[in-house]
């Protein structure tokens, strides 16, 4: 299957509200090579959902660029190379798990070969939610709505992948099986995956590559790489590997002195 | 079933009432027993028929074209954002128009015949079918419009995946409220000028004093706007299935 490079150079995006301009970020750049699961992670209000969207040209910016595989994010959207998993599940109430998973399938029209290799049928095997095809969404619990949410994103076969806090409402039980779950997905399927959270254990146990976000203005610190092998197994949470890129990433959020400047910047 | 009863209930019960204490003499001479309706009616079911009619006919006739035109106003609205407090402007200034005075207004200007009718029955239901459509259109959720520009939905797209399925529930409410209006609306239309119909009649019944009829005409149109109301709450039921689905904890 094939996946998209992503090269995000010195983007830059303000905000105007009823006050003063806000900065929401401030020449963000981060790489992430193609097939390559990478991780943004930094305190709340720092910009990763911004820059995710800027992504998904969901918003445009005020400077700089965005490539995915040589292309525009605005090409790369009408080519429906792009998938996005939101904060909320965001499924269609009215349409069953199967008509919502078929649903960018309506849409892109069935003969635009965009279809991927999997069926909406396997898809919904494939996260888990066999025999639920004719619940409708209210019907289901938060996680498996979610889960539903990710089969919808990958039924177009995306070269990206873009997923924000995808299980932040979950709990730690069920998002530590989430995530197992989605690496498997994120496998078999190939893409490029780039993954929102607050998380540092979360960050570093899924990605290759973690992009430490600093706050106003909203930038990328720091790229840590994280050198544990592929698959990842929860044994792997224990490993000094692990603990090393942890502990680097936090440095990069705190500083290496342990004073937290950018949470006091957050907090005040 | 028993939902039906718990509605109907209270209905039935004034009725018992009101026939009770007619039989104890307690009403006013203008005011008929239920009893005495209800025979009126069985002994004259052709007049019902003949003159309920013409009346379902223009109300609903009347509806349908509200209902077009309000939706397309709500439409325009919601795609241009810029006329949108003037589609709200237009359907407040038409509403508070009072009926009873434009009816005879526009008998002179359209004639008496069923045209006319029409436009009434058409400006008395539309102002909640305008309020339901433009709310409804607005209604759709930011984060599922940003799902849909994900997948480079069209305009058309949006419209007929979110926009439209997010205001049913607001669609059927405006539905529901306009319903006993358009009735009201198309009594209002024949007594400007009618000689068929349940405002005709009346009309006709109020001036040669037959209170009888004048009330089984008041309670016909009751009865009809409510099995058209209860005709549109079925229809919801099925229609917005996924409306009343309860969410489970995680």
Redesign the interface.
Known sequence: MSSRELVIDRVSLVFHGRGDPVIALDSASLALPGGGFGAIIGPSGCGKSTLL?LV???LRPDAGSIRLGGQTQRQA??E?A?G?V?Q?P?L???RSVLQNVE??L???GRRSGRGGALSPAELIELVGLKGFENA????????MQQRAAIARALV?RPDILLLDEPFG???EI?RQRMNLELLRIWAESGTTALLVTHSIAEAVFMADRVFVMSPRPGRVAQTVEVALPRPRTLEMMRSPELFASANEVRDGLFGRTGHPSAVNAESW | MRRLWVTTLPTLMLLVVLEGLKRAGALPVFIPGPGQVLAAAWARPQLLWDNLLPTAGTATEGFVIAAVVTLAAAGIGTAVRRVWGAVYGLGVVLHAIPVIATAPLLALWLGTGAGMHVVIVALAAQFPLLVGAMQGLAAA?A??I????????SRW?MFR??QL?SALPFLFAGFKVATPLAVLGAVTAEWAGADRGIGAVMLNALFSYDIVTVWLAVLTCCAFAGLAYAAWSLIERSA????R??????
């Open positions: 969207r998904a040209d969901i959207r009408q429906h792009i996005f939101f909320q965001t269609l109430p009215w649903l960018p309506a849409i892109v409708l969404p209210g019907e289901l619990s938060g996680g177009l409402a979950l709990d069920t | 959720d984060r599922q940003e799902m849909l520009h994900c997948l480079s939905a797209q995946y979110l399925p917005l299935r996924w409306n689905t309860v969410e489970l904890p995680t």
